[in-house]
């Protein structure tokens, strides 16, 4: 089978969980091999349908019009299992009879996301492969940032520019001033997030007018008014609404389609279902008894998460630097309301685990969930612009009604 994918080696910059990182194989709980489509570029393509691919040919199909050079064609999935007919008992036979150079764009490199930023190599995981999730969101250490290495394929390395009128500093200063906030731990998290939603909104005006300097600028406002505590005596007065929360996050989880043949992505599901007060048959809920599950829910969460504390915090940190957070839309503002959003529908899930009926979750169970959460919501292309568009079509993108579906 004639095709190499020539790979080249990078210094990365990258959380120190990734460095940890390599497949567990056959003991995945949720085997990226199974239940998804799997995109053939142009070149693995040709090579597995053309003369001399032997048993390859009678799995591939190519796509049709619009094709593009990553997304040529794909692998059909078995009838009844659903999964890749070149996985062989839970492991790649491609990769063990061909070599890694053999794999397509996609299984060469998921879980990782590579990225080049104005000439800086960034790596990170996605939390929808399990032992990815685990390291992230388990270890105390697992987001401080050092000087890693990755072996990549050009092809398929991310490369951010700078906006005009940008430098990759003013960037830079941009995204690790949000980062560096929502490490911050002297603060509640809901601050945290309450802060950076008053910074992304500042910031849209300076990315409108392509002005670099002021970004700066903007990045030292808001660190004198934290030292200060001018935001923070702001935010005070601030209550919560868990009866919104309630309603709004859930009616996303309900756009979910509950089937899957995966029992461990069942079992969550079935859990979250439970817990919110689903009915057993339709998966429909009352909502009155709907927000009483879930503020329930939300005030164990609490005790649950002194199993994980840092869970919430790392996952939003991996979303932040994954996404390249807040540049990842043309609006700063857009990108912290696509966030709040996940965050929100995980809260709900977290929270519906925690529901009093019996006993809280531990680490395994809220990692689980959180794995879940991104594999269900962070794939689904149609899933995930429902997610990105549900707080923005409505009032509820106004900061001040936003507020109240931060504090818990």
Known sequence: MPIRHPTRTLASLQPRYVSRFSCVGPSCEDNCCKDWHISLDKKTFEAYSGPGSGRFAKVVRINPEPRTETDFGQIVLTEEKKQCPLLEENLCSVHRDEGEDRLSHICFSYPRIWTEVAGQAEQSLQLSCPEAARLALLAPDAFEFEEGSMSVRPDVVRT???????????INEARYFCIKLMRAGELELWQRLAVLGLFCESLDEPVARHDGQAIFELVQKFTDLLQEGALLDSLAPLQPDHAAQAMVFSLLWQGMSRETPNAHRRHVIDAVATGLGADPLTGQVDAERLVERYREGLARLPDALQAAPQLLEHYLLNEMFLNLFPFDTAKPYNSY????????????????????????????????????HSRRFHHNASLIRIVDEALGSGDWARLEKLFTLLRT
Request: hydrophobic share 55%.
């Open 160 to 170: 951010a520019h700078a906006n005009a009128g940008f430098t990759a500093e003013a």
């Open 337 to 372: 309301l696509r966030l709040i959003t996940r965050f929100g529908l995980l809260r709900l899930m977290l929270a519906a685990r925690c529901h009093p009926d019996g006993a809280l979750p531990d680490a395994k169970a809220l990692v689980q969930t959180v794995q879940v």
